[in-house]
Nanobody, 128 residues
Framework: QVPLVESGGGLVQAGGSLRLSCAAS????????MAWFRQAPGKERELLAA????????YYTDSMKGRFTISRDNAKNTVFLQMNDLVPEDTAVYYC?????????????????????WGQGTQVTVSS
């Protein structure tokens, strides 16, 4: 399995924005649910957002609603996370994840172990 490749992290001041990208390989990318997680020091890895294979359905953790937007471009095998109005509490390592298994229902898995392919993570640091 080819790993996901993340980019777009870095240092940004509070109130700023970042757009994370996650590039995947393969011709079946459009069959997979994709998600973004983050993990801060001393915290569990938490789901931020997920998007259905077609991109027609999205899930957001309540605390992320209004600031973060997940999207995908299946023609380019890429998923994005647009992050706006960043605050220092957003500082964490951000991970892209793929769920290869087929889900027949209209729901999203929220636990990290439901996702079987992961990127290496990209550091996001928000300064005050």
């Amino acid at each position: 399995q080819v790993p996901l490749v993340e980019s777009g992290g870095g240092l940004v001041q509070a109130g700023g924005s970042l757009r994370l990208s996650c590039a995947a390989s393969g011709r079946t990318f459009s069959s997979y649910t994709m998600a973004w997680f983050r993990q801060a020091p001393g915290k569990e890895r938490e789901l931020l957002a997920a998007i259905s294979p077609s991109g027609n359905s999205r899930y957001y953790t309540d605390s992320m609603k209004g600031r973060f937007t997940i999207s995908r471009d299946n023609a380019k095998n890429t998923v994005f996370l647009q992050m706006n109005d960043l605050v220092p509490e957003d500082t964490a390592v951000y991970y892209c994840a793929q769920r290869t298994a087929f889900d027949s229902g209209s729901f999203f898995h929220t636990r990290p172990n439901a996702y079987d392919v992961w990127g290496q993570g990209t550091q996001v640091t928000v300064s005050s």
